[in-house]
């Protein structure tokens, strides 16, 4: 597989980066992109140490024009693209209206609302559009987005986030109809509470009842997610098409 060029959006930190690192070790060349990255050329050389090649750019998902340039350089220095892994997304919670003494206190905004529908859905269109010919003119690829366990069962607070997660598996769905006479397969991944650094930085108390609600007893790990995209990309899962593989732990929507 030491050939083969896969793009892992939201790339530098989490899941992202442990799903760079995974590809990077079974010799991928890994196109890694964020809108940031504290360290790039400490990434790259992460990815290097890890047996693959990396490269990172700066790229913003929601930005169709930047994308596509993003593409054009990765064929441009490998010559091929095979696999594209959906990652980027962010989070704006809040209730749809706080209510409390019989009078509204806040709402969603109509901006986080936007904002998070402009990462985690549009990017997610943007990225595959861009993506896809390439895959298509070189015999075939694999797709892999980032869905969530909110998208399946909605959770508090999340109106926009569920909604986009939501939508990426319904993507994913219809992606799988149009594009697996290409052979390209297109799987998403449903992730529980994992143990991120944004959400390691959340109150204990929070972090608590996140392990109480997963029948593993424990936080999933970025590794444990990035083990569920590699094997969705790799010829072991080649009869896998149009699935959500849900990386939760046991997580049971209600409990």
């Known amino acids: 597989m030491s050939n083969r060029v896969i793009i892992v959006t939201g790339g530098a930190a989490g899941i ?7 590809f990077a070790q079974d010799g991928w060349r890994v196109a890694v992109w964020d809108v940031k990255s504290a ?3 400490g990434l790259v050389s992460e990815l ?12 913003d998902v929601t930005d169709a024009a930047a994308v596509e340039s993003a593409v054009a350089a990765v064929v441009e220095r490998w010559g091929r693209i095979d696999g594209l892994v959906n990652n980027a997304g962010i989070l704006r919670d809040h209730q749809l209206v706080k209510w409390k003494d019989d009078q509204k206190l806040a709402e969603m905004s109509e901006r986080d609302f936007d904002a998070v529908v402009a990462v985690n859905l549009k990017g997610v269109f943007l990225c595959t559009r861009a993506v896809v010919p390439h895959l ?12 969530s366990i909110v998208g399946l069962y ?5 109106t926009n986030y569920a909604a986009t997660k939501a939508g990426v598996i319904n993507m994913t769905r219809t992606w799988a109809r149009e594009l697996g006479r290409y052979n390209i ?4 991944v449903a992730p529980g509470f994992i143990a991120t650094e944004m959400v390691q930085a959340m109150p204990e108390k929070v972090l608590q009842g996140m392990v109480a609600h997963t029948p593993l007893g424990r936080m999933g790990r970025p590794e444990d997610v990035a083990e569920a995209y590699f094997w969705l990309a790799s010829d072991a899962a080649s009869f896998v098409h149009g699935t959500v593989l849900s ?3 046991g997580l ?4």
Request: net charge neutral; proline share 2%; glycine share 26%.
């Open 16 to 22: 992202g980066r442990a799903t760079a690192r995974r």
């Open 39 to 41: 360290d790039p050329d």
């Open 48 to 59: 290097a140490a890890a047996g693959g090649e990396g490269s990172f750019q700066t790229v």
């Open 136 to 147: 298509i003119a070189g015999g075939g690829g694999v797709i892999l987005n980032a869905s």
């Open 154 to 158: 909605g959770n508090f607070g999340q």
């Open 185 to 188: 397969r297109v799987n998403a």
């Open 247 to 249: 990386v939760d732990g």
């Open 252 to 255: 049971v929507g209600g409990t």
